[in-house]
T-cell receptor
C-alpha cells in the first residue's frame, strides 16, 4: 500500500536534547512538508522540500532542522533551541499543493 | 490578521442534520480551495477541492466557493456520528503557497 509513515507515534524530549522524527513515503512524490499542529492554531509550516537535496524554511523554522538525502525520506530534528516543542507534528507529501497526503503524526512532549 | 479565518467551534449537531462550515480569506490570489477532515490524533485527509468559484458535490458533501466575497463553505447532508471530526479549510495561491484555516471541531450526536 502506498502512503506516508511517521515514527514514532509518541516521543518524549528531555531538556537540552535533540530528537529526530522520521517520515518516509512510497508515493513517489517530489514535495514533502513538515507541519506543527497546536490546539486551536491549525497547521503551521516548519520546512518543505520540493526536490532531493533542497529544502526551504516555512513560517516557524527556528529551532528545527531537516535533511532530504533521498526522495522517500524527510526527517525532522527538533533541536534544544526549540523552547516550546510540545505539539503534534505532521509530515505530508504531494504531487501538487492542492492534494497533500498526510502521515498519522507524532506527538512530541517534554519530560 | 490571518490570511485564512475559520471559526474553531465546537459545533454539535444531532444525527441527520446538515452541518455547515465556512472560512473567509483575505488573499485574492487564492485559486484552489480544499477541505480536509481530521480525526482525533490522526493526519488530515483530503475531502474535496475546487478550482475558482462555484459548487462541487460529492455524495453527502458539497463545497461552495464565492471568490467575490472571499468566502468558502462545506455542507454535510444527513450527518452521521462518523462525521465527527475536525474540518480544516485550505487554500493555494497562484504562486503555489498553501495556507490552512485553524479547523472547526464537529460532533454529530447519535
Amino acid at each position: 500500500d502506498g502512503g506516508i509513515t511517521q515514527s514514532p507515534k509518541y516521543l518524549f524530549r528531555k531538556e537540552g536534547q535533540n530528537v529526530t522524527l522520521s517520515c518516509e513515503q512510497n508515493l513517489n512524490h517530489d514535495a514533502m512538508y513538515w507541519y506543527r499542529q497546536d490546539p486551536g492554531q491549525g497547521l503551521r509550516l516548519i520546512y518543505y522540500s520540493q526536490i532531493v537535496n533542497d529544502f526551504q524554511k516555512g513560517d516557524i523554522a527556528e529551532g528545527y532542522s531537516v535533511s532530504r538525502e533521498k526522495k522517500e525520506s524527510f526527517p525532522l530534528t527538533v533541536t534544544s533551541a526549540q523552547k516550546n516543542p510540545t505539539a503534534f507534528y505532521l509530515c505530508a507529501s504531494s504531487e501538487t499543493p492542492q492534494k497533500l497526503f498526510f502521515g498519522s503524526g507524532t506527538q512530541l512532549s517534554v519530560l | 490578521q490571518k490570511e485564512v479565518e475559520q471559526d474553531p467551534g465546537p459545533l454539535s449537531v444531532p444525527e441527520g442534520a446538515i452541518v455547515s462550515l465556512n472560512c473567509t480569506y483575505s488573499n485574492s490570489a487564492f485559486q484552489y480551495f480544499m477541505w480536509y477532515r481530521q480525526y482525533s490524533r490522526k493526519g488530515p485527509e483530503l475531502l474535496m477541492y475546487t478550482y475558482s468559484s462555484g459548487n462541487k458535490e460529492d455524495g453527502r458533501f458539497t463545497a461552495q466557493v464565492d471568490k467575490s466575497s472571499k468566502y468558502i463553505s462545506l455542507f454535510i447532508r444527513d450527518s452521521q456520528p462518523s462525521d465527527s471530526a475536525t474540518y480544516l479549510c485550505a487554500m493555494v495561491s497562484n504562486d503555489y503557497k498553501l495556507s490552512f484555516g485553524a479547523g472547526t471541531t464537529v460532533t454529530v450526536r447519535a
